[in-house]
């Protein structure tokens, strides 16, 4: 590396509306542009467009086929895919080969517990992964999940992925464990805590506002449920229904919840129910949209106790210090909820009965100081484990750089938008 800017390259599924995984990437771009100020930083995203007006960044859309997402049904839409992939196998390279170093934070770089084909984003990924180690830019990733992978080609490209990258870490033990029970050798790679806990939480109010936030995903079960995907959506829109019927019955508010703007359809959903069933309740519904994760934690400090099922929405709730009943997808918000010492208030989100939902809620909110608190002194213990791992991330991918400006502060600020 030499005396011009730093070029660093920011690869992952963002500005698309997944408050989650632009989150992750808010509190990275904070962290390199306080310590890399003159860095000259752009993305490899599956939304250029919404990167670029979030975060005022060059961006380059990741896949060569626009339609990468849809289903292939004729021969054209096919072939077009494939010539995408040969596209891809050169202009992904081309562009890592241009940079100094390249970051992915957060998101489920190696999880395919939702929905998730092989020669999709695994396939990019492993493309950038690998381009780094054999033209020498220093790959990155950061706080990523993982799980076991049983489709054979997957488990390789993301075996490839992680042997080729110079740093890794994982945002849970369960991720750790997974990648080495797929077959990845150990190399000293550690766990530390989601990167969206590193971002500031606002004040809330003084006191119990009587609203319960309830967290909601556009739910079809993972590869497995392909079959009875609509089957697993009724079945989890109905028991959340019931979840927020119960809370309307108790006297409180409920306030709807979002970690990606697909999930708006379950919201709309929910809100007829209770249009139908309730109509003199709507108003006690509320459903304010939230643009980002900012906008996120200023509705989670106004509720009492959160029930959710989106990872993120579980990390911010617990972030925010609100006792939290997860209703989950994932061995991931597991592991999440156990290490808040919250294990008992867990449940699958194909499965799970609402009624002993409602009556755990009960039991956070009778405790709600004392479980507050609790939850409280471990969001500061991750906020501080994360500053150590932004010093390590900046020792593997920029050795030898001056640092712009010191340290001085372990907070992480939000990254401003364009």
Request: charged content about 25%.
């Amino acid at each position: 590396m030499t005396a011009r800017p730093l070029r660093i390259g920011l690869y992952g599924l963002v500005g698309s509306g997944n408050l989650g995984n632009d989150a992750s990437l808010d509190a990275m771009l904070a962290h390199l542009r306080d310590r890399y100020p003159d860095a000259e930083i752009d993305a490899l995203t599956d939304a250029p467009d919404g990167a670029r007006a979030r975060w005022g960044i060059r961006a380059t859309p990741m896949h060569w086929n626009r339609g990468e997402y849809r289903t292939a049904d004729t021969p054209v839409l096919v072939a077009r895919k494939v010539l995408g992939k040969l596209v891809d196998a050169v202009r992904v390279p081309l562009w890592v080969a241009r940079k100094d170093a390249v970051v992915m934070s957060g998101s489920g770089a190696f999880e395919v517990t939702l929905p998730l084909r092989s020669w999709g984003t695994p396939y990019t990924q492993f493309l950038v992964c690998v381009s780094g180690r054999l033209l020498g830019t220093r790959v990155g990733l950061v706080s990523v999940g993982a799980d076991d992978v049983r489709p054979p080609v997957m488990r390789a490209l993301f075996l490839a992925a992680a042997r080729s990258v110079t740093y890794l870490s994982y945002r849970g033990e369960h991720a750790r464990d997974s990648m080495r029970r797929m077959g990845l050798r150990e190399r000293g790679d550690r766990v530390f805590p989601d990167l969206v806990n590193a971002l500031p939480v606002p004040p809330g109010p003084p006191g119990p506002t009587g609203v319960v936030g309830v967290g909601v995903l556009d739910f079809y079960g993972g590869n497995d449920d392909r079959a009875r995907a609509e089957e697993v959506h009724a079945r989890y829109v109905a028991s959340m229904a019931r979840v927020v019927d119960g809370i309307l019955d108790r006297g409180r508010e409920v306030r709807l919840l979002i970690g990606d703007q697909v999930d708006d359809r379950v919201v709309r959903l929910l809100r007829e129910h209770v249009a139908t069933r309730r109509p003199a309740d709507l108003s006690r519904v509320h459903t304010e949209p939230a643009a980002d994760v900012g906008e996120l934690m200023r509705q989670l400090v106004a509720v009492d106790a959160v029930v959710a099922t989106r990872f993120h929405n579980i990390v911010c709730a617990l972030s925010a210090g609100r006792p939290t009943v997860s209703v989950c997808y994932a061995r991931k918000s597991d592991e999440l909820m156990v290490d808040a010492g919250l294990g008992a208030y867990r449940h699958r989100a194909d499965t799970f009965d609402p009624e002993t939902v409602l009556t755990q809620l009960d039991e956070l909110l009778a405790s709600a100081d004392r479980m507050s608190a609790d939850i409280a002194r471990r969001a500061e213990r991750d906020r501080t484990a994360l500053a150590e791992q932004f010093a390590l991330l900046d020792a593997a991918l920029f050795p030898g750089v001056a640092a712009a400006r010191p340290v001085s502060d372990p907070d992480i600020h939000p990254a401003p938008t364009a």
